[in-house]
């Protein structure tokens, strides 16, 4: 919460009936037939853009009462890893962003009517080496010294998706197809690498995180296909340059905010024996 805006009304009001109403929504929409694949939640759920794959599985696994108190809370454990700088430094920052000024126009003319406007997917660069298989980071998952007595649930399915991520992994291939110099040229910032090779490779080099997001959002307006049916082809495009460049970035950024950038005191668990509870988080006092 704090300071009221966009951060007040994510933040802090979460756990109000409001916050639980639109949860409950979207709980209940993937709790049954969608529930024992993360990766699906992510995939059906308006959430998955924004949120990781994690967060969605405390919703549909534990309910929007524990979603809640997870999403205010503090946790590093092998089902959940949510900190205050995730929230802070990465989700609210990036939707203040994709709002622009339609916030201050609301308050002025309060029928004003918001454009849509593809949200770009929003990574978060201290998850980029982790490995989530149906409902676990696999890294924390084998932790024997900080989680000797995890609970393990769900045995089949994670089993599955264990055997379905290392086939994803042994057939990965290596994105060549689409230099980083060419992709930069795609979304508009870089010069054709056909005639400018050189300033085409050192402005793709530079990209920041915040001017990706920036040209896909003004190229969706374009060509996404709800608002330009003809445009579909150029907007693949546009998020396959996208998808080449955001690593590029991301590693940038977790070097810049070096290996502590996304910590965060497990103050609040999910699963373990006993679900999702909380341990004295100053952020909530209740349990659920």
Excluded at 91 to 114: C, D, I, M, T, Y
Excluded at 225 to 253: H, M, S, W
Aim: charged share 15%; with cysteine; glycine share 12%.
């Amino acid at each position: 919460g704090g300071g009221g805006g966009i951060g007040g009304g994510i933040g802090g009001g979460i756990g109000a009936p409001s916050g639980q109403s639109m949860t409950a929504s979207v709980y209940s929409s993937y709790s049954h037939s969608s529930a024992s694949s993360a990766s699906l939640l992510a995939r059906r759920s308006f959430l998955g853009h924004v949120l990781p794959e994690s967060m969605l599985s405390v919703l549909a696994f534990y309910g929007p009462r524990s979603f809640a108190a997870a999403f205010v809370g503090d946790s590093d454990t092998p089902e959940l890893v949510w900190t205050h700088a995730m929230r802070f430094r990465r989700l609210l920052p990036a939707l203040r962003q994709h709002l622009g000024s339609f916030p201050q126009v609301l308050k002025e003319h309060s029928r004003a009517v918001w454009e849509f406007t593809p949200l770009p997917p929003l990574t978060y660069p201290v998850l980029s080496d982790e490995i989530y298989c149906h409902r676990y980071y696999l890294r924390a998952l084998t932790d024997v010294v900080r989680f000797p007595s995890w609970v393990i649930k769900d045995h089949v399915p994670l089993l599955q998706a264990l055997l379905q991520k290392w086939r994803e992994e042994a057939g990965k291939k290596r994105c060549t197809a689409l230099p980083a110099a060419a992709a930069a040229f795609v979304l508009g910032l870089a010069p054709d690498p056909q005639i400018q090779p050189a300033a085409a490779a050192a402005a793709a080099a530079a990209v920041t995180e915040e001017a990706l997001r920036k040209a896909f959002r003004s190229l969706a307006r374009k060509y996404h296909p709800d608002k330009n049916p003809e445009g579909r082809g150029r907007f693949l495009q546009v998020a396959a340059a996208y998808e080449r460049l955001l690593p590029i970035c991301i590693a940038r950024t977790k070097m810049a905010e070096g290996a502590g950038g996304g910590g965060g005191n497990a103050d609040k668990h999910v699963g373990g024996s006993g679900g999702l509870h909380a341990t004295g988080n100053s952020n909530n006092n209740s349990s659920s």
